[in-house]
Protein backbone atom coordinates (compact mmCIF):
# COMPACT_ATOMS: atom_id res chain seq x y z
CA UNK A 1 0.00 0.00 0.00
CA UNK A 2 2.69 2.59 0.99
CA UNK A 3 4.35 1.37 -2.45
CA UNK A 4 1.45 2.29 -4.12
CA UNK A 5 0.92 5.78 -2.99
CA UNK A 6 4.06 6.50 -2.77
CA UNK A 7 3.87 5.78 -6.95
CA UNK A 8 0.93 7.68 -7.30
CA UNK A 9 2.20 10.91 -5.16
CA UNK A 10 5.30 11.06 -7.83
CA UNK A 11 2.79 11.74 -10.57
CA UNK A 12 2.43 15.36 -9.35
CA UNK A 13 5.65 16.32 -9.42
CA UNK A 14 5.99 15.45 -12.87
CA UNK A 15 5.55 17.35 -15.89
CA UNK A 16 5.94 14.47 -18.39
CA UNK A 17 2.71 12.48 -19.14
CA UNK A 18 4.27 9.46 -20.53
CA UNK A 19 6.28 8.91 -17.28
CA UNK A 20 2.49 9.82 -15.07
CA UNK A 21 1.39 6.92 -16.89
CA UNK A 22 4.37 4.84 -16.46
CA UNK A 23 4.66 5.37 -12.47
CA UNK A 24 0.41 4.87 -12.46
CA UNK A 25 0.69 1.77 -14.25
CA UNK A 26 3.53 0.82 -11.85
CA UNK A 27 1.22 1.36 -9.11
CA UNK A 28 -1.55 -0.24 -10.77
CA UNK A 29 0.64 -3.45 -11.19
CA UNK A 30 1.16 -3.48 -7.08
CA UNK A 31 -2.27 -4.75 -6.45
CA UNK A 32 -3.24 -7.75 -5.46
CA UNK A 33 -6.99 -8.75 -5.39
CA UNK A 34 -9.30 -7.42 -3.09
CA UNK A 35 -7.94 -5.55 0.19
CA UNK A 36 -9.21 -7.24 3.45
CA UNK A 37 -11.41 -9.12 1.52
CA UNK A 38 -15.20 -9.99 2.47
CA UNK A 39 -15.17 -12.52 4.99
CA UNK A 40 -11.71 -12.37 6.11
CA UNK A 41 -11.80 -8.86 7.91
CA UNK A 42 -15.95 -8.64 8.37
CA UNK A 43 -16.12 -5.43 10.87
CA UNK A 44 -17.37 -2.07 10.07
CA UNK A 45 -13.73 -0.58 10.41
CA UNK A 46 -12.21 -2.92 7.80
CA UNK A 47 -15.41 -2.44 5.18
CA UNK A 48 -14.52 1.00 5.54
CA UNK A 49 -11.03 1.10 5.29
CA UNK A 50 -11.81 -1.74 2.29
CA UNK A 51 -13.81 1.04 0.27
CA UNK A 52 -11.09 3.89 0.78
CA UNK A 53 -8.21 1.61 -0.76
CA UNK A 54 -10.97 0.31 -3.55
CA UNK A 55 -11.60 3.96 -4.48
CA UNK A 56 -8.45 5.46 -3.98
CA UNK A 57 -7.42 2.43 -6.71
CA UNK A 58 -9.66 3.49 -8.51
CA UNK A 59 -8.79 7.08 -8.72
CA UNK A 60 -5.36 5.64 -9.53
CA UNK A 61 -6.85 3.83 -12.35
CA UNK A 62 -8.39 6.44 -13.80
CA UNK A 63 -5.62 9.21 -13.79
CA UNK A 64 -3.53 6.67 -15.44
CA UNK A 65 -6.78 6.32 -18.20
CA UNK A 66 -6.35 10.18 -18.54
CA UNK A 67 -2.60 9.54 -19.19
CA UNK A 68 -3.19 7.04 -21.79
CA UNK A 69 -5.47 9.23 -23.44
CA UNK A 70 -2.91 12.03 -23.68
CA UNK A 71 -0.75 9.59 -24.96
CA UNK A 72 -3.04 8.89 -28.14
CA UNK A 73 -3.75 5.37 -26.94
CA UNK A 74 -7.34 5.15 -26.62
CA UNK A 75 -7.26 1.35 -28.68
CA UNK A 76 -5.56 -0.09 -25.68
CA UNK A 77 -8.11 1.70 -23.26
CA UNK A 78 -10.97 0.35 -25.59
CA UNK A 79 -10.00 -3.55 -24.26
CA UNK A 80 -9.32 -2.65 -20.72
CA UNK A 81 -12.51 0.14 -20.10
CA UNK A 82 -15.44 -2.66 -19.96
CA UNK A 83 -14.45 -4.40 -17.27
CA UNK A 84 -14.11 -1.20 -15.24
CA UNK A 85 -17.80 0.07 -16.46
CA UNK A 86 -19.20 -3.88 -15.46
CA UNK A 87 -17.82 -2.69 -12.03
CA UNK A 88 -18.66 0.86 -11.94
CA UNK A 89 -21.65 1.48 -13.96
CA UNK A 90 -22.75 5.06 -12.99
CA UNK A 91 -18.93 6.65 -13.07
CA UNK A 92 -19.47 9.37 -15.18
CA UNK A 93 -15.47 9.79 -15.78
CA UNK A 94 -15.07 6.33 -16.53
CA UNK A 95 -18.03 6.49 -19.32
CA UNK A 96 -16.25 9.68 -20.60
CA UNK A 97 -13.15 7.99 -20.92
CA UNK A 98 -14.73 5.55 -23.16
CA UNK A 99 -16.99 7.46 -24.87
CA UNK A 100 -13.96 9.51 -26.22
CA UNK A 101 -11.65 6.16 -26.98
CA UNK A 102 -14.78 5.15 -28.99
CA UNK A 103 -14.46 8.23 -30.59
CA UNK A 104 -11.13 8.41 -31.68
CA UNK A 105 -11.34 4.83 -32.62
CA UNK A 106 -13.84 6.20 -35.64
CA UNK A 107 -17.00 4.87 -33.25
CA UNK A 108 -18.81 8.01 -32.68
CA UNK A 109 -22.10 6.19 -33.10
CA UNK A 110 -21.19 3.80 -30.14
CA UNK A 111 -20.32 6.47 -28.48
CA UNK A 112 -23.06 8.50 -28.03
CA UNK A 113 -25.12 5.08 -27.52
CA UNK A 114 -22.87 4.52 -24.93
CA UNK A 115 -23.76 7.97 -23.32
CA UNK A 116 -27.43 7.37 -24.03
CA UNK A 117 -27.08 4.09 -22.12
CA UNK A 118 -25.43 6.00 -19.10
CA UNK A 119 -27.75 8.68 -19.45
CA UNK A 120 -30.80 6.25 -18.88
CA UNK A 121 -29.33 4.56 -15.88
CA UNK A 122 -28.56 7.74 -13.96
CA UNK A 123 -31.91 8.59 -14.74
CA UNK A 124 -33.42 5.53 -13.45
CA UNK A 125 -31.20 4.51 -10.83
CA UNK A 126 -30.31 7.71 -9.54
CA UNK A 127 -32.78 10.82 -11.09
CA UNK A 128 -30.44 12.66 -12.41
CA UNK A 129 -28.70 13.07 -15.79
CA UNK A 130 -25.15 13.38 -16.32
CA UNK A 131 -23.33 15.98 -15.00
CA UNK A 132 -21.54 18.71 -16.83
CA UNK A 133 -18.38 17.32 -17.98
CA UNK A 134 -20.22 14.51 -19.35
CA UNK A 135 -22.73 16.66 -21.39
CA UNK A 136 -19.94 18.89 -22.98
CA UNK A 137 -18.12 15.76 -24.14
CA UNK A 138 -21.24 14.42 -25.62
CA UNK A 139 -22.27 17.61 -27.44
CA UNK A 140 -19.03 17.95 -28.87
CA UNK A 141 -19.23 14.12 -30.09
CA UNK A 142 -22.20 15.27 -31.80
CA UNK A 143 -20.60 18.00 -33.80
CA UNK A 144 -17.19 16.09 -34.66
CA UNK A 145 -15.35 18.83 -32.22
CA UNK A 146 -11.51 18.75 -33.61
CA UNK A 147 -10.19 19.25 -30.49
CA UNK A 148 -11.16 15.35 -29.58
CA UNK A 149 -8.72 14.36 -31.93
CA UNK A 150 -5.59 13.38 -30.21
CA UNK A 151 -2.82 15.88 -30.99
CA UNK A 152 -0.31 14.93 -34.25
CA UNK A 153 2.57 14.61 -30.90
CA UNK A 154 0.73 12.90 -29.15
CA UNK A 155 2.78 10.34 -28.22
CA UNK A 156 5.47 12.39 -26.90
CA UNK A 157 5.84 13.87 -23.44
CA UNK A 158 3.75 16.90 -23.01
CA UNK A 159 4.35 19.53 -20.61
CA UNK A 160 1.38 19.22 -18.31
CA UNK A 161 -1.07 15.94 -17.82
CA UNK A 162 -4.15 17.12 -18.87
CA UNK A 163 -7.39 15.17 -20.93
CA UNK A 164 -9.21 16.78 -23.61
CA UNK A 165 -10.57 20.36 -22.06
CA UNK A 166 -14.53 19.18 -21.06
CA UNK A 167 -13.84 15.53 -20.70
CA UNK A 168 -13.31 15.03 -17.07
CA UNK A 169 -10.44 15.85 -14.23
CA UNK A 170 -7.34 16.33 -15.11
CA UNK A 171 -4.29 14.75 -13.66
CA UNK A 172 -3.08 16.16 -10.58
CA UNK A 173 0.67 18.04 -10.97
Known sequence: MHRFRALADRVRATGDVRRAAALLQQALELWRGEPFAAGTCD?????????????????????RNDALMCLGRHAR?????????????LDERLAGRFMLALYRDG???RALAHYEAVRRRLTDELGTDPGPALQRLHQRILTADAGLDPAPDAR???????PPAGTGTPLPR
Open 77 to 89: LLDELPAGLAEHP
Open 107 to 109: RPA
Open 43 to 63: TPWFAALRDALLRERLTVELD
Open 156 to 162: RAAPAPR
